[in-house]
Every structure is written in structure tokens, then in C-alpha cells.
């Protein structure tokens, strides 16, 4: 998975031309890579469960930026892999942001995620989050992102646990 995430940034870096210089508009690609949190908290039949697991998480990212007028509104999708179990994580988001000067971006995002690795009825829910983006140089951009991940509830006689994620990354993304 790591030497294909390489794979898509340098292709991307190839092709790109510096359509994001001075703005944060336009296709993007790019990588990230962090820390993922999966919280499982409630009863089953043994009594209360209260687990926290902790692992590497890395994912690719693809996006569309528009800037409307200060604003900057997008769309973004990504997909990685949690470094124990490996366990896929797909998201959709949409993205609203502030511009900072003319090479940073304050942003905020809300979508939709599945977690592959949970019990049948759950892993897919609602994501929130936000981060900060600025430029590094051209086309290309770092980023500090977080998401928070409300993946589902079980509610069956004598098991009721609720699923929650947190992720948190730095990464490197490549405007076209």
C-alpha cells in the first residue's frame, strides 16, 4: 500500500502544473499518514466493555477545491489501511474553508465513512473534522488534518456497544 501511495504522489508531481499557486482551487491528490483511534464502549452479556485500540493509519486522498468568492468549498474523498489488522477505511467529505493570507487554509469537513473490520451492523457513519493546509512550494501543499468517526451502535438483547473513531494525520498534497 506504501509503495503505492508513493506511486500516485510522484505520478501526480509529474503531471501537476502550479494551478494552486496564491489560491487553493482546482483537482488535487496526495497522501497522508497518522494515527487512528477506534473506541468500543458499552454492555454485553460478561458485563461493561470499555476498549480503546490504537494504530498507524495511512491513506490516500483525491479532491476538488472551489474557491467562491473567500470561500473555499470542495469535495474530497480518501482511502487507507489501519497498520494492525489492516483494516480499510473509505470517506467522502465535503469540505468548507477559510483562506489565511494567500498560503494557508483553515478548513472544516463533514461526510460519510466505512470501516472495514467491525461487526456487520456497524462501521459505516457520519465523519467530522477539520484541519489546516498551507503552501510548501508550486503545486504543492502539507496539511495537519483530524477526523472524528461516529461508525454505528449495536442493539441486541443483553450487547449494546457503540463505535466511535478518531484520526489524526499530517500529509502532502499535490494540486493539477
Same mark, same amino acid.
Given at each position: 500500500?506504501?509503495?503505492?501511495?508513493? $506511486?500516485? &504522489?510522484?505520478?501526480?508531481?509529474?503531471?501537476? +502544473? #502550479?494551478?494552486? &499557486?496564491?489560491?487553493?482551487?482546482? #483537482?488535487? =491528490?496526495?497522501?497522508?499518514?497518522?494515527?487512528?483511534?477506534?473506541?468500543?464502549?458499552?454492555? =454485553?452479556?460478561?458485563?461493561?466493555?470499555?476498549?480503546?485500540?490504537?494504530?498507524?493509519?495511512? &491513506?490516500?486522498?483525491?479532491? /476538488?477545491?472551489?474557491?467562491?468568492?473567500?470561500?473555499?468549498?470542495? @469535495?474530497?474523498?480518501? &482511502?487507507?489501511?489501519?497498520?494492525?489488522?489492516?483494516?480499510?477505511? /473509505?470517506?467522502?467529505?465535503? @469540505?468548507?474553508?477559510?483562506?489565511?493570507? $494567500?498560503?494557508?487554509?483553515? /478548513?472544516?469537513?463533514?461526510?460519510?465513512?466505512?470501516?472495514?473490520?467491525?461487526?456487520?451492523?456497524?462501521?459505516?457513519?457520519? +465523519?467530522?473534522?477539520?484541519?489546516?493546509?498551507?503552501?510548501?512550494?508550486?503545486?504543492?501543499?502539507?496539511?495537519?488534518?483530524?477526523?472524528?468517526? %461516529?461508525?454505528?451502535?449495536?442493539? @441486541?438483547?443483553?450487547?449494546?456497544?457503540? /463505535?466511535?473513531?478518531?484520526?489524526?494525520? %499530517?500529509?502532502?498534497? @499535490?494540486?493539477?
Amino acid at each position: 500500500m506504501n509503495r503505492f501511495l508513493l $506511486s500516485l &504522489a510522484l505520478g501526480a508531481a509529474a503531471v501537476s +502544473t #502550479p494551478a494552486l &499557486a496564491g489560491d487553493f482551487d482546482g #483537482p488535487y =491528490i496526495g497522501a497522508q499518514a497518522g494515527v487512528a483511534l477506534l473506541h468500543v464502549e458499552g454492555d =454485553i452479556l460478561t458485563g461493561p466493555v470499555d476498549k480503546t485500540s490504537t494504530t498507524g493509519y495511512g &491513506a490516500a486522498v483525491l479532491g /476538488y477545491r472551489l474557491d467562491a468568492g473567500g470561500v473555499v468549498l470542495g @469535495i474530497e474523498g480518501d &482511502a487507507g489501511t489501519h497498520v494492525d489488522g489492516g483494516d480499510a477505511r /473509505y470517506g467522502v467529505s465535503a @469540505i468548507a474553508g477559510l483562506p489565511i493570507g $494567500s498560503r494557508s487554509l483553515v /478548513y472544516g469537513r463533514v461526510g460519510y465513512v466505512w470501516h472495514d473490520g467491525l461487526p456487520a451492523d456497524v462501521g459505516k457513519g457520519v +465523519t467530522v473534522g477539520g484541519g489546516f493546509e498551507t503552501k510548501l512550494t508550486g503545486p504543492v501543499n502539507v496539511r495537519l488534518d483530524y477526523k472524528y468517526l %461516529a461508525l454505528g451502535k449495536t442493539d @441486541i438483547p443483553d450487547n449494546t456497544l457503540s /463505535y466511535t473513531g478518531h484520526e489524526v494525520t %499530517a500529509g502532502v498534497v @499535490i494540486g493539477f
